[in-house]
């Protein structure tokens, strides 16, 4: 099989994946995600770090510590993302794409998490500024 075939196969199996068995992991997986991108962009804000995202681009003496603080709270979701897509892939088409499976645990995973953890710091900054402007 050709690359071609192979990314023409994936590409087809990747695009059906929002409706059948199991179609709920496409709006849990990144709603997780979510929360727990908004619980460390707190932590952030409370330690009164740059945004996470911001900081991964251009801290590189941080970066390793970063991305790992980041993983560790993204691990199990991904590891769930990635078992959920299995039990997809084997209820609907009787085998396992591992790159699949990978690929679609971190659609749905990283791209909400880096967003939200970012953003949830800048809006509770935003909002601690104003509120010692005096600000409602």
Do not use: K
Not at 10 to 16: K, P, R, T
Not at 32 to 60: E, H, K, N, Q
Not at 81 to 96: N, P
Request: charged residues 20%; positive net charge; glycine residues 6%.
């Amino acid at each position: 099989m050709s690359l071609e075939d192979f990314l023409a196969r994936d590409w087809a199996l990747l695009v059906f994946r929002d409706h059948g068995p199991l179609s709920f992991r496409m709006v849990m997986q990144p709603l997780m995600a979510g929360a727990l991108a908004i619980r460390a962009g707190l932590g952030d804000f409370r330690a009164d770090r740059r945004p996470y995202a911001w900081l991964v681009a251009t801290s590189a003496g941080h970066r390793s510590e970063l991305l790992r603080t980041g993983w560790s709270d993204v691990s199990r979701l991904f590891l769930l993302a990635v078992a959920m897509d299995a039990i997809y892939q084997m209820i609907v088409f009787r085998t396992i794409h591992v790159l699949q499976a990978l690929i679609v645990a971190s659609l749905l995973a990283f791209p909400t998490y880096f967003f939200l953890r970012g953003l949830t710091n800048r809006v509770a900054r935003l909002m601690s500024q104003s509120s010692r402007r005096g600000n409602p």
